[in-house]
């Protein structure tokens, strides 16, 4: 089993910064990928960026590509998400999610290969 927890969402302006953080702990030797998707009020859940946990190759949603990046730190069983120039529109519930056997990448930013899941973070962007 792996257990994931967010931190770091909040409230920021149009324009600022925030970096979100997964902690996992548990059978972490058995996660292949990780992703972060959120969901808006009224809206289906979406991908926002994943990170192969071995080699840390990644994959971003055109929505996002150049603003937000996504790493890993091995030794601290953690990943972020660094956000950069938000808009009001990125607000959401944020959750980072373990996809734990191998699966393509062109796979990554469908939710049902993840296994685990986080609780959420709120990230809000005011105008």
């Known amino acids: 089993q792996v257990q994931l927890v967010e931190s770091g969402g909040g409230l920021v302006q149009a324009g600022g910064s925030l970096r979100l953080s997964c902690a996992a702990s548990g059978r972490t030797f058995s996660r292949y990928a990780m992703g972060w998707f959120r969901q808006a009020p009224g809206k289906e859940r979406e991908f926002v960026a994943a990170i192969s946990w071995s080699l840390g190759n990644t994959y971003y949603a055109d929505s996002v590509k150049g603003r937000f990046t996504t790493s890993r730190d091995n030794a601290k069983d953690t990943v972020y998400l660094q956000m950069n120039s938000l808009k009001p529109e990125d607000t959401a519930v944020y959750y980072c999610?373990?996809?734990?056997?191998?699966?393509?990448?062109?796979?990554?930013?469908?939710?049902?290969?993840?296994?685990?899941w986080g609780q959420g973070t709120q990230v809000t962007v005011s105008s």
């Open positions: 999610a373990a996809a734990t056997r191998i699966i393509p990448r062109s796979t990554w930013p469908s939710s049902y290969e993840y296994q685990h």
